[in-house]
């Protein structure tokens, strides 16, 4: 079962500014592109809700689609010269905020959904000896310095909280370092050491996905690097201070990612260090698709031996027990996985 996260008003109200933004996008490449991208949003969302992987066809149509909106960005953004500047020796490392796990719930944990909370805790045991801090709408000032703009946008609701986070993401890594995770993330046998070791890091399947332009080259609810490589998130983190300054909507929900792709196009610098991350994770999308499902101890083995993090999502219910026997959803929340 779905929790009602969706209803009738948002729905039109996101099909509204889907429909908007595509307008948009053809008006600046070419208005024969209008029914490419719309019929590639609908291929990505009926791929989302049914989380089956895609065939030759569909990955052909959601290239073209990154094809068209490259082009967008390329137009807008190709001549950004980052003019927020940044200096390595500009923020002196703080011991306060040294090789922290940052995640975020906007409403504070305690007001998270039980999956949240098992998410989080697993983070919290996994990560240990290092410190997991949770962001929420009453702290995240005392981490991080966010334009004055940038909040008033945010407050007039033209920055949701979900693309805010996109920002908070990057300006905690490119001023402090460490590794952010979203909270839906469920960890076992996870090595935090490990990640922090990484000059850069995020989640990497290559090839794995096309849904986004990043096609499995990196996972934007993943990102990490220690403090003397903090300019990789302020770079990226300049594209998107720079798209939020000259727009008051978004183009494509996915709109970090091709930041992030024209980005790479422009900095061989990034290129070098996102290039540089080693594949990792690679059943990071499977639990999910399987936690209604009847445990099987197997099957577990398999997820976990090479994927220590594991993408969830607060957005669907699922039972506890099938046939009475316990899913792996039962299992997670009982702290038997």
């Known amino acids: 079962m779905e929790r009602k996260h969706n209803n009738i008003k948002r729905i039109i109200h996101r099909a509204a500014e889907e429909l908007n933004s595509t307008l948009k996008i053809s008006r600046e490449t070419a208005i024969t592109n209008f029914t490419k991208i719309i019929s590639a949003k609908v291929l990505n969302y009926k791929l989302n809700r049914s989380g089956n992987f895609e065939n030759k066809d569909d990955i052909k149509c959601l290239m073209r689609k990154h094809s068209i909106l490259m082009q967008y960005f390329e137009k807008r953004y190709g001549n950004f010269i980052g003019t ?71 407050n007039q609701g033209i920055i949701t909280r979900t693309h805010f986070s996109d920002f908070l993401r990057l300006e905690l890594l490119a001023e402090h370092g460490g590794i952010w995770l979203d909270s839906t993330f469920f960890a076992s046998n996870f090595n935090a050491e490990e990640i922090i070791k ?30 003397e490589n903090r300019k990789v998130f302020a770079i990226i983190r300049d594209y998107l201070l720079e798209y939020w300054k000259t727009n008051d909507s978004m183009v494509d929900y996915l709109f970090l990612d091709y ?12 290129q070098k260090m996102l290039d540089g991350i080693p594949d990792n994770n690679p059943e990071c999308d499977e639990f999910q698709k399987i936690l209604g499902k ?23 219910s699922y039972p506890m027990k099938v046939n009475g026997q316990d899913t792996f959803y039962g299992m997670m929340m009982n702290n038997n996985l």
């Not at 090789?99 to 697993?122: E, L, M």
């Not at 983070?123 to 909040?151: C, F, G, K, Q, S």
């Not at 930041?259 to 610098?269: D, M, P, V």
């Not at 398999?302 to 993090?309: S, V």
Request: net charge neutral.
């Open 198 to 227: 990484l000059p850069v890091w995020s989640i990497k399947r290559p090839g794995y996905a096309h849904l986004s332009v990043a096609c499995g080259r990196f996972a934007n609810y993943s990102f990490g690097c220690n403090f």
């Open 84 to 154: 927020y500047s940044f200096n390595e020796k500009s923020i002196p490392e703080d011991s306060n905020f040294k090789n922290k796990i940052w995640v975020c719930w906007w409403q504070g944990i305690d007001n998270a959904p039980d999956i949240v909370k098992k998410c989080v805790h697993s983070i919290e045991v996994n990560a240990m000896p290092y410190e997991v801090i949770v962001l929420d709408d009453t702290n995240y000032r005392n981490y991080v310095n966010v334009p004055d703009w940038m909040e008033l946008k945010r």
């Open 259 to 270: 930041l992030i792709e024209l980005a790479l196009r422009h900095n061989s610098y990034l």
């Open 294 to 316: 009847e445990y099987s101890e197997k099957k577990w083995k398999e997820l976990t031996e090479h994927t220590q993090l594991f993408k969830l999502s607060w957005k669907q």
